[in-house]
């Protein structure tokens, strides 16, 4: 099934369980309450977007081959623990050229060191953490300004 947005969300691992999972850190939104109020800063500001949640990292590569297929040039990803390990999806991110923008809704230099390295950080266009579930959204702005 095609996806066909130029902006995409991709959130990772355990991120299906906002709304209930450490709610002190993540807060009491869903991932449907967020994508909603993404999709909504989106339909105001006139651009397209795609969101994509997998548990898998081979799962999230295969997405991310399929967006730079089908055209996307942006992605907002937040991988969840991932972040911390994932060279495969570095590389698929470099691989297909997209740009991309890192999120994440805690401040994860505020916590454990082994949240401290990103496998992403390097290769993003920004990265934007520890400012809750906002995040998602000013990411869609700075998509939206880089054109
Ligand atoms: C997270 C931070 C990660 O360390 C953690 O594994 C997550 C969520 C965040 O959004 O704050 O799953 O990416």
Redesign the pocket.
């Known amino acids: 099934m095609p996806i066909t947005a130029p902006i995409a969300y991709i959130n990772g691992?355990?991120?299906n369980l906002l709304g209930t999972r450490e709610p002190e850190i993540y807060g009491s939104e869903t991932l449907a309450d967020v994508e909603a109020k993404v999709a909504r800063l989106a339909s105001k500001l006139g651009v397209a977007v795609s969101f994509f949640q997998s548990n898998s990292e081979g799962a999230i590569c295969d997405h991310i081959h399929q967006l730079a297929a089908e055209g996307a040039t942006q992605v907002v990803i937040?991988a969840?623990?991932y972040?911390?390990t994932s060279v495969a999806i570095a590389d698929a991110l470099a691989g297909t050229g997209m740009r991309w923008i890192e999120v994440?809704?805690?401040n994860?230099y505020a916590r454990e060191a082994f949240?401290h390295h990103s496998t992403l950080s390097a290769g993003a266009a920004g990265v934007i953490v520890g400012v809750g579930t906002l995040g998602y959204e000013l990411a869609l702005r700075a998509c939206v300004d880089a054109g």
Do not use: D
């Open positions: 691992p355990n991120l937040n969840g623990a972040t911390h994440h809704i805690s994860v949240r």
